[in-house]
């Protein structure tokens, strides 16, 4: 390809990513849901097509950024949990243990394979914790730059704490991670590199049914 053809495609890509990493929030009219994962907007003579659970980890992890304060905020267990797990994971996580009290999180080792679970971020209240605690001592075992441990901390906690795929998410619920998105740079997509939303334009959705 010449010069010039290059720069096109260049220039393309550029605006192309401007046009996917802001949107006017208060302007996108909710249509409904598809499959239980996929909130269907209009807006300009657009349709717009969000992951419902990367859209909001992007908007928790962007909020996290910006105000660790939300990780002081702790939710004691009425119960505390016990939680099993490889006995690498739990030395990796008591290792890490005030890093992760710093971030509200409560917890002791029962057993080389077990830890009691005592409070977690409000963030991930009723959340599955399993899981959760497995993630995170998998990243503080493979992670060796303060910084980009810090990250993947703070994209897990996001991702932990977001809506699921098949949560059934009211109108109320949808009007307000539009409130919280308004200002999201989501340009680098979820935390975890996957596409946040998709757009067609009105030509695009003619040619599906052949109309020109």
Known sequence: ASVKDESQETLKASEDISL???????ECHYIGTSHKCYLIFETQGKLLFVDQH????????????????????????????????????IASLME??????????????????????????????????????????EKEKTSYLSEELHHLLLATIACHSAVRSGD??????????????????????CPHGRRVFKWFTENEVKGWFDRT
């Open 20 to 26: 996917a990493s802001w949107v006017d929030w208060d």
């Open 54 to 89: 990367a859209f909001h980890e992007r908007i928790l992890y962007e909020r996290l950024c910006q105000d660790e304060g939300l990780l002081k905020k702790s939710e004691s267990l009425l119960i505390p949990e016990v939680i099993s797990l490889e006995p690498s994971l």
């Open 96 to 137: 890490s243990k005030a890093r992760l009290e710093a971030m509200a999180f409560d917890f002791n080792k029962v057993s080389d394979d077990e830890i009691e679970v005592l409070a977690v971020p409000s963030l991930l209240k009723n959340r599955e914790l399993t899981s959760l605690f497995a993630e995170l001592s």
């Open 168 to 189: 059934v998410l009211t109108e109320e619920n949808i009007e307000r991670l539009k409130r919280e998105a308004q200002n999201v740079d989501f340009s680098a997509n």
